[in-house]
């Protein structure tokens, strides 16, 4: 196995989700059980919404969410069953796919947009000569020589920051040094306490590193700063594809509720911060309200594939080393719109 599956593999054995998570404790049988893999992020706003909110009870559901470090280490409790979702980037799943794992499927798309926020310490950015104005090659460049903070080896974090060494004729395992931290808490206070230059994550925690003042934001992949990568499927819901299959109808319920969720936080993105302020790295609502303005434009309001995107993503993700193949584009390979009104 390649270092992804390998990587997520592991992840799972260290999650150790016991299969009885599955079933979980409903307090009602007419409950569908449903566990849900997630790194906390201010992108799965709608799915806080909807679990804080009850909008998934009043679609039948019981739904666990299982909190993580690193994106890919629910990859394995999807696949084995013991978890029915698990939000995910896009390369990942097609890596999967190119490595032979076939029993994922995203189901329901999150983010049409790489919305990676790249923050480096403040000394080191005016040292090197770069702001977030500076052509994006110069920003890429300044990467040169830093201790670069990521979530996990392998994981989206890894893979884009090492996408943007190579992009200023860098090798990322000789010209920089790529640090495995953890989540987006562990990352913040690495570069707080000086033991990381830069980092990036998809916010709210570049957002908090640039508030309190340690942190300058360097690129905002959620403003489109990276052209590459402003129109892109990034991140969805994968499901186990034979619980989709065998349940359709919670597979449909799951994504009606998050439609219903995301049309409240576009709504009233203030009231949305103030639901899921508690499932964030920071109690500080305002940057959580900036956050999700930031991200909105990002965000599907609808959950829908499209099909022209997801043809030039593959080809993208291939064409800059992300994944390992351009992947097969046909709905129901890496993706299908079977479980939403689209």
């Known amino acids: 196995m390649r270092g992804l599956r390998q990587s997520a593999i592991m992840g799972a054995l260290a999650l150790a989700i016991p299969l009885a998570a599955c079933g979980g404790e409903s307090g009602s049988d007419e409950l569908t059980p449903i566990t849900v893999t997630s790194l906390p992020s201010a992108f799965l706003a709608a799915m806080y919404v909807a679990d804080e909110q009850g909008i998934f009870q009043r679609e039948g559901l019981d739904v666990e969410i299982v909190e993580l470090q690193s994106g890919i280490d629910g990859v394995s409790a999807v696949v084995s069953g013991s978890a029915q979702y698990a939000d995910m980037g896009f390369d990942d799943l097609a890596t999967l796919a190119a490595e032979g794992e076939e029993s994922l499927v995203m189901v329901h ?10 923050v480096m310490n403040p000394d080191v950015a005016r040292e090197r000569g770069v702001s977030r104005e500076s052509p994006i090659e110069e920003r890429y460049a300044a990467l040169k020589g830093l201790r670069l903070g990521v979530t996990s080896p392998g994981a989206a974090t890894d893979k884009y920051m090492r996408y943007y060494l190579r992009q200023a004729g860098l090798d990322p395992d ?6 495995a931290i953890g989540d987006g808490a562990s990352l913040l206070a690495a570069l707080e306490t000086g033991q990381i230059d830069a980092y990036q994550l998809s916010p709210p925690t570049p957002y908090v590193a640039a508030a309190e003042g340690f942190g300058t934001l360097l690129i905002d992949g959620a403003a489109g700063d990276v052209p ?44 949305a911060a103030a639901t899921i302020v508690d499932r964030m790295s920071t109690n500080d609502v305002e940057v959580i309200r900036q956050t999700l303005d930031a991200l909105l434009p990002a965000l599907s309001t609808d959950g829908c594939f499209n099909a022209a995107a997801i043809q030039t993503t593959l080809t993208t993700m291939h064409e800059v080393q992300l994944t390992p193949t351009a992947g097969d584009p046909a709905e129901g390979v890496l993706w299908t719109n079977a479980y939403n009104n689209c």
């Open 109 to 118: 798309n999150l983010v049409g947009r790489v919305t990676f926020a790249l």
């Open 174 to 179: 000789r010209d920089a040094e790529i640090i």
């Open 228 to 271: 590459l990568f402003a129109d892109f499927v990034y991140t969805g819901f994968a499901a186990n594809r034979q619980w989709a299959d065998q349940n359709p109808e919670p597979a449909r319920a799951f994504s009606r509720a998050l439609n219903v969720a995301m049309e409240r936080v576009a709504a009233d993105p203030a009231a």
